[in-house]
C-alpha cells in the first residue's frame, strides 16, 4: 500500500476549492488502489482548517503552523513541503495549479529527486508511476504523458474533478517547524491586489466574460449585473483588456488565465483560438453573439444570437425570480 499526498492551499482565509478537488480525486484513486490519502496544510493558522480537510476524506492531515506562512514565500513553504514529503513518504504528491503551485513545484522535485507532471487536467495511477493528460498549443492538442518512479508530483487544473465528501476522522499530525531569518532569500515587502474585490476566478463555479462586443458603460453594467445575479466571477478577452475596460488580471485565454468553472458565458466575444484556449474545459459554456457565424458557438452548448444590449436585460431579470 502506498500514500498519496495531497496538499491543501489556503487562500484569503479559505481553503481553496481546487485543492478539496484534487483531495477528492485522490480518495477515489487511493479506494480503487487499496492505498492511503493523506493530506498537508500549511498556513499561520493551519489547525483552523483540518474539520474542513477531513469532510473530504483524509486519514491523516499533516498541520505545518507558522505565522510565517500568513503569505506566499516559496523558501519556508519549501522547507515544510520538503519536510513532510520526507515524513509521509508519499509515491504521489498531488496539487492543485495554483500561482503559488508554479513558483515551488519544480524546486521541491528538484529538491526530493522526483518526476513532476504539471498543469494536468487529469490523472490516474500506473504500474510504478503515474499518467496524465495536459492540454497543450492553446488546447487544441491533449498530450498523454507518463512518470515513472517511487515519487511523483503532479498538479491539476481547477474544475478538472468534481468534489466529493467523504467524512473521516482523520488522525492530525502536527510538523514542527522553524527557520532562521538568514535561511530566508527574499522577504515580502508588499501585496498589491489587482483585481481588488473581484472573485479569483480559478475558483468561481461561473464566469461571465465580457468581450469587444460589450462596447460601453452600458454594456459593463449589464455584464456585471448578470454576475451578481450568477454570483459569478467577471472574465474579458483581450480586447478588453488592451483597451483598459477590464484589468489585465482578468483576461482570460492563452496570455491570460486558464479557467474551468461549472459555467462560462461569453457575452460578444468572438471566440478566437487564444482566447477558447483559456476557457474551452469549462463544464456548461453559454454564448452570446449578434454574429450566428462566430467560432464560439462551434464549442458552445447553449448558443443566443443576438444583440446583447437587447438580450441581457431579460435574461437577467428572469434570473433574478429563480
Ligand atoms: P472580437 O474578435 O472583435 O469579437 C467581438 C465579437 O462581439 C464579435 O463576434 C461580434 O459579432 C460580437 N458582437 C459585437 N457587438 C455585439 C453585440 N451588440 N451583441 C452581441 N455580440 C456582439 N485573446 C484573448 O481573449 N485572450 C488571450 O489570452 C489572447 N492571447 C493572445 C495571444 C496572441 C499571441 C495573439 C496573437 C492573440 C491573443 N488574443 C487573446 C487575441 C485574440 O486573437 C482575439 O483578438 C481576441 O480574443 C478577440 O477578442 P473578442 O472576441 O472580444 O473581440
Given at each position: ?70 503569505n ?57 508511476g ?37 467524512e ?39 464566469i ?58 461569453a ?20 454564448a ?23 438580450v ?7 434570473l433574478?425570480?429563480?
Amino acid at each position: 500500500m502506498s500514500t498519496i499526498l495531497t496538499h491543501i492551499a489556503i487562500a484569503d482565509g479559505k481553503i481553496k476549492r481546487s485543492s478539496l478537488e484534487v483531495l477528492s480525486h485522490c480518495k477515489q484513486l487511493a479506494e480503487q488502489g487499496g492505498h492511503s490519502v493523506e493530506a498537508v496544510v500549511i498556513d499561520a493558522n493551519a489547525s483552523s482548517f483540518v474539520e474542513g480537510i477531513q469532510k473530504y476524506g483524509a486519514s491523516k492531515v499533516y498541520v505545518v503552523e507558522d505565522p510565517i506562512f500568513k503569505n506566499h514565500m516559496n523558501t519556508p513553504l519549501l522547507k515544510a513541503l520538503s519536510n513532510v514529503m520526507e515524513t509521509a513518504n508519499p509515491s504521489v504528491f498531488a496539487f492543485a495549479s495554483t500561482e503559488g503551485t508554479k513558483d515551488i513545484l519544480g524546486a521541491l522535485a528538484a529538491n526530493q529527486d522526483a518526476a513532476v507532471l504539471p498543469d494536468v487536467s487529469s490523472f490516474e495511477l500506473t504500474e510504478g508511476g503515474v499518467k496524465a493528460k495536459r492540454p497543450v498549443m492553446a488546447a487544441k492538442i491533449i498530450s498523454n504523458t507518463e512518470a515513472k518512479g517511487d515519487k511523483v508530483i503532479v498538479s491539476v487544473r481547477s474544475g478538472s474533478y468534481d468534489l466529493v465528501e467523504n467524512e473521516t476522522s482523520a488522525e492530525v499530525v502536527k510538523v514542527d517547524f522553524s527557520m532562521d531569518e538568514g535561511e530566508l532569500k527574499a522577504t515580502l515587502k508588499e501585496i498589491i491586489s489587482a483585481s481588488g474585490d473581484t472573485i479569483d476566478l480559478n475558483e468561481a463555479e461561473a464566469i461571465v466574460a465580457a468581450g469587444r462586443g460589450v462596447k460601453d458603460e452600458e454594456g459593463q453594467k449589464l455584464i456585471s449585473e448578470l454576475a451578481e445575479v450568477l454570483n459569478a466571477g467577471i472574465g474579458a478577452s483581450r480586447a478588453l483588456t488592451e483597451a483598459g475596460v477590464y484589468d489585465p488580471s482578468l483576461q482570460i485565454g492563452q496570455t491570460g488565465k486558464v479557467v474551468s468553472p461549472q459555467l462560462y458565458i461569453a457575452v460578444g466575444i468572438s471566440g478566437a483560438i487564444q482566447h477558447v484556449a483559456g476557457m474551452a474545459n469549462s463544464k456548461v459554456i453559454v454564448a452570446i453573439n449578434k454574429d450566428a457565424d462566430a467560432p464560439i458557438f462551434e464549442i458552445a452548448d447553449y448558443g443566443l444570437v443576438g444583440d446583447l444590449y437587447k438580450v441581457l436585460p431579460p435574461f437577467i431579470e428572469e434570473l433574478k425570480k429563480i
